[in-house]
């Protein structure tokens, strides 16, 4: 079984999730960006010491910096009854990513990479635009128009818009300091395929939940909004007006 390893802080985008790591680990080696969920994944060859990305809309002034994908090595042979399993071993998969998650205001994407140092476009990516003052090159992604589903960062007055994506006939429910965090209590309709929402009328103020899907606890996806519950969970945090 494949495990990941993963270095540095996690973005909005669930990173942690099962479609995510199950979606990093069929990549075999670096690719052109890609458009994933509500982000874009950069990959680049983990040969590098340090690779970074920095963007257009924030001046170049931060640079973001990647991770490197570890896989865990398959054991050898099943270890004799009554004999300790050894540790787990990881080895490099040869991949190092970032994960840039898309403001709804954002139509494309200006960035640069910083390579072992050097600022450099991104050698992936085809599509490029010179920076007419500096001539300088940077690297361009265009986004699509997307259909964001409605969040809770869409609230009518009084309530909570939970949605939630995931394949057809699943089980996704809904559980928060609202009602003890109960993975039981609150199920999402499946109004479309693959589309399940909820709307729960609550009192004015502030709230943190998270969905539940496969024995899992999910961040809401299409809220960045991230708090730390009192257990040490992350969780999504609205406001209810």
């Not at 539940?212 to 960045?224: A, C, L, M, Q, S």
């Amino acid at each position: 079984m494949f495990l990941m390893a993963i270095i540095g802080s996690i973005g909005a985008l669930d990173t942690e999730s099962y479609a995510f790591i199950d979606h990093l680990l069929t990549l075999n080696s670096p690719k052109p960006p890609e458009i994933y969920e509500d982000g874009v994944l950069f990959t680049a060859p983990s040969s590098h010491r340090r690779i970074g990305i920095a963007f257009s809309h924030e001046g170049f002034s931060q640079v973001h910096w990647f991770r490197k994908l570890l896989v865990a090595e398959d054991p050898a042979e099943t270890p004799a009854p009554g004999k300790k399993t050894p540790p787990i071993s990881y080895r490099d998969s040869g991949i190092s990513f970032y994960v840039f998650t898309i403001p709804k205001e954002l139509t494309e994407l200006e960035y640069r990479l910083v390579i072992d140092g050097l600022w450099t476009f991104d050698p992936l990516n085809p599509l490029t635009r010179t920076d007419p003052a500096s001539g300088q090159i940077r690297s361009l992604i265009t986004f699509p128009k997307i259909n964001r589903p409605f969040s809770t960062t869409d609230n009518p007055p009084g309530c909570l818009n939970f949605t939630y994506t995931a394949p057809p006939g699943e089980t996704i429910t809904v559980g928060g300091n609202f009602n003890s965090w109960d993975p039981f209590m609150y199920e999402l309709t499946e109004n479309s395929p693959g589309v399940y929402s909820l709307i729960l009328p609550l009192p004015p103020g502030v709230y943190q939940y998270v969905f539940f899907h496969r024995g899992e606890r999910i961040p809401d996806p299409h809220n960045t909004n991230r708090v730390y519950t009192r257990d040490g969970h992350i969780a999504s945090e609205a406001v209810v007006r």
